[in-house]
């Protein structure tokens, strides 16, 4: 089973949809060679991801929210082809339990070692705060991905993304998690503007190796009000039943082909 996180400390900047679609692009049939058994956790206690999925009725929900998969070292779901682990409000309690976070890592790390025959992939969605609920998935992954914006905000965040004193990517890499890849920055919700594609050649021209490399240029994902209305239905993008939606998941589908290539999900 190969574990990805969506991380980042912005807000709204597409972590929950590219979690969500990324699911159903790992579990559908029709993305063929896919069809693996897919596994998302939400560790968000605003629970988008959670919505979505239930929403959209493609995966079993489990019983056991993920707030017990950091706190109960027994912790078990239900076993089938595509499982969530739906959010919860106690997560919120856990950041201010400093003397449990070693505790809780470990519950984590023991439960994907449990489930790691049922599963080909594990999909793990934070919160947008650098605290125990993004901190936990990024010491037990394999590979973190990080979706943002072509703002100015975000940009100044990347240093953040990687040198935060308790969550930068590079930290935990050099100290808690060595098997830790760092996929790369996915900016999302790009528009054809001169600011973001100034913003972009910046980006690509400062830190190349921090972008997911495609040929040509690099993976990004467009704006389209698609994206956003499948997130609101739980729906795969192309399942969306417009134009659009297919529009949108060809565009899409060649950076989630480079993303599984990368996480090495044949
Ligand atoms: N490429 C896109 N085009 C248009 N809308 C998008 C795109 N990606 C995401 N959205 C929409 O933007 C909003 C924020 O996205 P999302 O909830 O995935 O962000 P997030 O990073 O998970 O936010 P949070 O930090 O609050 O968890 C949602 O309404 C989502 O549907
Ligand atoms: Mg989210």
Redesign the pocket.
Known sequence: MKTIV?A?Q???????????QLAYFFSQPINQPMNKRVLVIDL?H?R??TK?LRTGGFCVVSATTSSKLLTDPKADIEHAEFVLVPGDGDLLKMEKKAAEHNAYASNLLAFLARVADSFDVCII????NPDIRQLSPLVVADYVLA?IELNQEAIDGIGDLLNHENIGIRRIQATLNKKLKFLGILP???EPTPFQRDNFRALSTAAPKYLIAMSPGFAA????????????AGVPVWRLGKTSGRD?WRE?RPVFDKIAQLMEVA
């Open positions: 969506l980042n912005k807000g709204g900047v597409g972590k929950s949809a590219v979690a969500c968000d605003q988008n991801t979505a969605d934070t919160n947008p979706p999302n919700k790009v994902i467009k704006k389209s009000t698609a994206i956003a209305e499948a997130q609101a949108a899409m």
